[in-house]
């Protein structure tokens, strides 16, 4: 034991080789250099069979991507690719996956996910525990659903953007549809009812058309799907998924137009959205379930198509109350076939419900299927016009042929 | 390692006091450089030429009092002024009274002496010296010594001059607005332009003599009343340990006096602005004006008044505050940026926005080495053309700003060797950090940024905080004379803050500075 001798060296020193070695050792162990991993955009989920699924990425080509950004973009090329893999879970194709790319997938810049049609009619509950349980991925990432295969869908070359994942963001925060992330998805999913609603994107098929070049595909907002637990049981069409937003308060952008019949000025008037606010006012009276829908909406008039003078508060008032059937014309639409013939509540009412009758609730909740389609709306709809716009008349109408009285 | 630095001075220590208990002979190995004179003047004059032996430059010049007395005038060519001398001195002493005949002087007229040089002598400053050690002092600081026979004085005359630069404006701190004068190697003008700006006698300068060779003159200059008397003990017992051969710059005394050395923050501010030192005076600070450097010391010093600039406080209050916080802002982007860099793109990808990581991945695909590496690569780089660019003839200074651009700026990125955001990187960390508006508070944090720059790499964002709460307990740790580092902040002054991340009108600046002045 006397051979092994320590030579003398001063605490400071020895502090300081230590920290440096300590660091030498204990850091670098998950450097990744930005030139080793790959940057996945967005994520496509297909349905193959029974066992397994496919695992589609959007992957950027850094180089291919800031050329375009450089150069004003040259057109027919690519700056992203696809690649695919299939596996018996997520995590299993994800390794597939790897195995083809050169590069460590990363995703914590993938905004979008994109689900396979067929796929989320088959449940999509065990794919998504992948997204909350990776620390890389983002839980605010955006889901919707897509007509036809993801992998195809997140294929798509748009006009605008220099990749189908910035599409997808873009109209996302468009607020135009739905917008659904991950978390609000896993939520919908948890809560006792497990209803959930996600926006459908469509890509448009390539077919020729002027001033449109050739291979691109301009993907779009095309409605919303409606699942009940985790399996899509319908969709809805564009018009209808308006009126769930009107409904669901989620509404930001809407330009609705009313005719107006007034003797010798027939016409249409188109009507902007500023803002508007929805209340769910629920009620329970001699055990029956209802649910007041109260509506606040204000509008500019961006167009007037008819001869009327709107400088006049009774058009004005008259153009308000046709805004509002308008709007309960809308939400009737869906509460028709979303309450009515899917018999799923996507609207919140369970929520609303809960928070004011918690009691009631706790017993209904189980039969909640049952009570849900037998609850009765009511709808008190208030719409104003703040404004006429700036044009107090309809600017080519004669004079003489206006009415303003 | 500390331990033994502190025996060491300990050793020194006591060499130091036991030298000073001997007598100085070791220097001026004349014999009776310590004696006082005699009365005889060969004997003294004799003494002095032995003492300045081989000494071209010390000018002996016998003469005879108005034809009477003989007496000698001694001092060091180019130190005093010869033309006063001839006219003031020689003149007036030499002339011969008319109708008088030369004789020699009788005892009571010798005794007398005082009352012959008051009349005849037209300069304001006499003074007498009764030692070899008065004389050669007197001497070297360019005032003859006059020495008359019979004598056991002899008398100084204040006539030195020398060679001195023009007051100018420091190069180093200029401002738009504000006094453009700026101290010079001469301690007596460096003192009479603060006295010009602090006229009251509060103002006390006192005067003390650091190198044993040098013997340089040091003043220490206080307001009596503003300035804590502890605070000024402690200044004059630690310039009175000083044990030095030599000061050429305030630097050595600032290293000499300074709480912690080894820190690479200044604990001592230096300034060649007249208008800084005065302020730092009105606050109760003390200032140490050393001779032959224009750099003035000021103590006790925050790390908060190393990011003040005097032109904050010649501009509007709401303008200063915000050039203070961008300053702030610049201070952390040179301390921090290139790790910051460094750790993103190498741990943290998920922090960038996905087209700028994108960009930034597609320059870094050429490069061939890992980001820290390029990062230190630019680092010295940069390094390298700031230290040259300081060190070069002005001449070829374009020459090497050019090359500098060149390689760096082009060359580099097209040969894909470095990324061209890595040149932007560096190139903001490089020009932040030179709106530090102290030169070595700025040099402090570009040289921390190294030892950040690797944690970053080894440890990513974790490393950079390790790193800034290493800074930030060793600056807590730090005191300047006895004021915390980083008061006011911490410990908290709440009636000091007006001045630290504000500058606040002056009519809200109503009481002193807390931790200064009385």
Redesign the interface.
Known sequence: MNSFHIPKI????LVILLSILL??V???W??????D?A?V?STGIDYINEDEIELSVEI?M??E???H??EGGRGGDRSTFVESATGVTMADARSKLQQKLSRFL?W??A?NTVIGEKLAEKGIREHLDFFSRMP?T?LRNWVFVSEGKAKDLISSLPHLENSAAATFIELSEFQIGMNVTMKDLMQMLKSDTGGAALPIFESLPPKKEKGKLEGRFQPYLSGTAVFKDDKMIGKLNDEVSRGLLWIRDEIHYATVTVDVEEEGATGKVSLELIRSHTELIPKIKNNKWSMILKIYAEDDVIQNASHLDLRNPDFIKMIETKMEEAIEERIKLVVEQVQKQMKVDIFNFNESFQRHYTKEWQTAKKNWDEIFPEIEIEYIIEAAVLRPGTSTTPSAVPERELKDE | MFRKRRKIKKLEQLIAEKELKQPQESVQQAPRSQGSLSGDLNENVNALRSIYDNCSDFIIRPFLIEGKEKATLLYIDGLSNIEEINANVLTPLMEIPKGQQSYELTEQEVHNLASILEKKISVSQVKEVHTYMDITNQISLGKPVILINQSVKGFSVDLGKWAKRAIEEPSAESVIRGPREGFIESIGVNIALIRRKIRSPKLKMEELEVGRITKTTIVLAYIVGLAEQTLIDEAKSRLRRIDIDGVLESEYIEELIEDNPSSPFPQILNTERVDVVASYLLEGHVAIFVDGSPFVLIAPTTLYSLFQASEDYYQRPLLSTAIRWLRYLFIVISLLLPSLYVAVLTYHHEMLPTTLLISMAASREPIPFPAVIEALLMEIMFEILREAGIRLPKQIGAAVSIVGALVIGQAAVEAGIVSAPMVMVVAVTGIASFSVPRYNAGMALRMLRFPMLILAGMLGLLGIMLGIIAIVVHLCTLRSFGVPYLSPMAPMQGQDMKDVMMRLPRWAHRSRPHLTGN
């Open positions: 001063s605490k400071t020193l660091s030498l204990i850091g670098c998950d450097r990744r250099e930005i030139n991993i940057i955009l950027v850094p180089e991507m800031a050329g950004i450089g990363f914590g810049h905004e890389e983002r």
